[in-house]
């Protein structure tokens, strides 16, 4: 009960969490934490009674230490945050704990492929508790989605690709054919028509694609870079 009233005074859980939590009844955390506020504005400034007990964790404490770092993947220092407790304290017990699990050795850092090489093994998703985080399972089932669209984009734009290429390649043609001069001409002359009978231009069109080409590669590269896929400068 002092931990959970201590885990709701410290404004990080709300008081039907803290009693999940902590696994105590709800109604008696809610009078708890009337008493103390009654308490509170009579003028009775007294030190709830869970102040001890933080210089001090209990197996309580130790537990749910461990559970925030493997289950959700918390550090100390977010452990600390969410619960108030001393951060020395709790990092001080993640690494007994460590030792006690056989965790002495670092989790290594994977290495980061270049950008022209980012093809990703499958592998079994590893974490302390062998199981995803929900920030894991967050990220799953939105890229999940998120990839499928982007293949669908991918294969329109290899499509585009190939028209323009076509595009150019009969352009190119009828220059030589007709000479730089001439060909220029009958472009410009081409291009007024088209704006005439309110179509998209030739330039228009063109210039379009290559700045919307850009922005998607700048916007690609930066995904690549917050995924930390690559190191881009």
Excluded at 99 to 111: K, R
Aim: hydrophobic letters at 35%; aromatic letters at 4%; zero cysteines.
């Amino acid at each position: 009960m002092e931990n959970a009233i201590a885990a709701v005074q410290t404004g990080n859980i709300s008081q039907r969490g803290a009693a999940k939590r902590f696994g105590v009844p709800r109604a008696t955390l809610q009078d708890q934490l009337k008493n103390i506020g009654n308490m509170a504005e009579s003028g009775h400034h007294t030190t709830p009674k869970s102040k001890p007990a933080r210089t001090r964790p209990t197996d309580e404490d130790r537990q749910e230490w461990w559970r925030l770092h493997t289950e959700e993947g918390l550090t100390a220092n977010a452990i600390h945050k969410k619960t108030g407790r001393n951060r020395e304290t709790i990092t001080k017990e993640i690494k007994r704990r460590q030792e006690a699990e056989g965790e002495l050795e670092p989790t290594p850092t994977p290495s980061v492929p270049s950008a022209g090489s980012l093809i990703v093994e499958a592998q079994e998703p590893v974490t302390p508790t062998g199981k995803l985080n929900e920030s894991m399972k967050v990220i799953v089932k939105r890229e999940r989605l998120n990839g499928q669209l982007r293949l669908k984009a991918v294969a329109e734009l290899s499509q585009l690709k190939k028209e323009l290429e076509k595009t150019w390649t009969i352009a190119q043609r009828e220059r030589q054919k007709a000479g730089a001069s001439i060909h220029a001409k009958n472009v410009e002359i081409a291009e007024k028509q088209l704006q005439k009978d309110g179509a998209v231009g030739i330039f228009e069109s063109l210039t379009q694609i290559a700045e919307e080409a850009e922005a998607v590669r700048k916007a690609a590269r930066q995904a690549l870079y917050h995924f930390m896929f690559v190191d881009l400068p």
